[in-house]
């Protein structure tokens, strides 16, 4: 799922908040043997979300959790994942 980042700016220079918005697809399998059930369909999908970054120098940990919702035959599957993680070079695109 592709997204867009906003950096939302504050006063600290070591916490970096950020929203973020995106769409995609997903492409969604269930196989169930027991009952010959084998399909695949490929669904439009959105997410809205917000997360932290924290750090200075050339390691930064990050915090995001986002609202996904995958448009799927009857009602949408909506999920929230929750990340986090480190990133490495100060979290800066090259």
Do not use: H
Not at 64 to 82: C, D, H, M, N, W
């Amino acid at each position: 799922m592709e997204r867009a980042l906003w950096n939302i700016p504050v006063p600290a220079p070591i916490v970096k908040p950020y929203v973020l918005a995106g769409g995609g697809f997903f492409n969604l399998k269930t196989t169930i043997p027991s009952l010959g059930v084998d399909s695949s369909e490929s669904k439009f999908a959105y997410g809205l979300g917000a997360g932290v970054r924290i750090g200075v120098g050339p390691v930064n940990f990050f915090a995001e959790g986002r609202y996904v919702s995958v448009q799927t035959s009857g009602s949408a599957t909506k999920f929230i994942p929750l990340t986090v993680g480190v990133l490495f070079g100060g979290g800066k695109k090259k």
